[in-house]
């Protein structure tokens, strides 16, 4: 295949993934007019609806227009060639292909972050703000950004840099050693994301001794989960939101509860929230993941190695030099058809796997508790509760919660 007939097929797969991405944003806009099931009816009353509506409108407007100013500068860099131009001067820079490599990505990357930034301070300081989530102050907002700039520098340059590394000393068996590299990183990170990372932008802290903690400690013992790392992040920081996660392999597992939602919810509710995070401990769901995740990179991998090399990608985005950070980016831009049906079975999978751990909290403790946990985390996010099927098929990693009450109702 030539270059022009790749560069067509690049430009093809954007235009087409922004058309279907749209389309599915309208039709979910639509489903707001839907009838509320009785399951949920008694969550808004009509003026909490109408404000409901109204915040996803309002977010729905900003992704849009950041999404078509993203689309722009995108086929603006396409047809003027401005990927072989800036190609052009990171070889004018230095004759390292790693340098090459972290000067390309690097420079995008700045770029990429400076254009969203005002989107992201106008949804955080205008939209959060208006309706009731924001919690951020203006220092702590520019101090996350330039952490968050940092740490991608560093995270990022490191892996890019191995990867460079092999694929121009070890061409022919870059795919399976990056494999390795890769599923390296994303395991050390996996395993020390809640102690390393987190603490870098929040305040962690074990859960302290209390009625809470014996009633957690009194619900373990009943599933033989070992009681370690429970914490405390203080997200009420930066939002009114409320959440809870389970994260880590091994002796580094911990489960996570937001402030907030200690703050909005009952100790039954509590418990309830936690018997789900450990109903993923139980059945393995994060190591399922993970290892659906590294077989995922490792066909990816495979599949960039055999056209890594090819004269014809490179042509695709302007320039004679084959490069990494040149491959890469025309690949990413290929693959994104796979990338688009890999994330929709990653999503149907997940979202089995909350079924499951909500099952499993009813069995272990009570339903009762996780519904009205779950009716609260829906109102507390003014979250649509009539979501567009196709929208909820292709994007939600949750069931919406219809489904959810409806699956722990059922005898």
């Given amino acids: 295949m030539s270059g022009d007939s790749i560069f067509i097929l690049i430009v093809a797969f954007i235009l087409v993934e922004f058309v279907f991405d749209k389309v599915l944003d309208f039709l979910n806009a639509k489903s707001w007019d839907t009838k509320l099931p009785d399951l949920v009816r008694d ?32 086929l603006v860099m396409l047809f003027a060639q401005g990927f072989a131009s800036l190609d052009k001067l990171v070889h004018e820079w230095t004759s390292s292909p790693i340098l090459q490599s972290l000067y390309f990505f690097g ?38 950004f330039l952490k968050g700039l940092a740490l991608g520098a560093l995270i990022g340059g490191l892996l890019l840099s191995a990867l460079v590394w092999v694929f121009h000393l070890m061409p022919d068996k870059f795919w399976w050693i990056a494999w390795l590299i890769v599923t390296g990183f994303s395991l050390f990170f996996m395993s020390f994301y809640t102690t390393l990372i987190v603490p870098l932008f929040n305040k962690l802290e074990a859960l302290e001794e209390g009625s809470l903690r014996s009633s957690i400690e009194a619900y373990a013992k009943t599933v033989d989960f070992p009681l370690t790392n429970i914490f405390v992040i203080d997200g009420s920081k930066r939002s009114s939101k409320a959440n809870a996660y389970f994260s880590g392999i091994g002796k580094k597992k911990a489960i996570v509860l937001y402030d907030t939602l200690m703050k909005d919810n009952t100790e039954e509710e509590l418990t309830a929230i936690l018997a789900h995070e450990v109903g993923h401990y139980k059945m393995k769901h994060v190591q399922k993941s993970m290892l659906l995740s590294i077989v995922q990179t490792g066909v990816l991998l495979f599949i ?14 302007g320039t004679n ?23 929709i079975a990653m999503n149907m999978y997940s979202r089995k796997n909350e079924f499951e751990a909500d099952a499993f909290a009813k069995k272990t403790y009570q339903a009762e508790s996780l519904i009205s946990a779950l009716k609260k985390l829906s109102v507390n996010h003014l979250s649509n509760l009539t979501p567009n099927k196709i929208y909820t098929f292709v994007h939600y990693s949750h069931p919406p919660l219809v489904q959810r009450l409806s699956a722990l109702l059922k005898a």
Wanted: charged share 15%; no cysteine.
């Fill in 107 to 144: 420079i995008l990357s700045l770029a990429s972050s400076l254009i969203q930034l005002p989107f992201s301070w106008y949804s955080t300081f205008v939209i959060e703000e208006k309706y009731g989530f924001n919690k951020t102050s203006k220092s702590t907002f520019i101090f996350d």
């Fill in 321 to 343: 030099a084959i490069s990494f950070h040149i491959a890469l980016l025309g690949f990413s831009m290929l693959y994104s058809p796979i990338s688009l049906l890999t994330g």
């Fill in 43 to 74: 969550l808004y009353d009509e003026e909490k609806y109408q404000k409901a509506k109204a915040y996803a409108k309002a977010n729905a407007k900003l992704g849009l227009t950041s999404a078509v100013l993203s689309l722009l500068i995108l």
């Fill in 304 to 317: 960039f190695g055999t056209l890594a090399h090819s004269e014809a990608l490179a042509n695709a985005l």
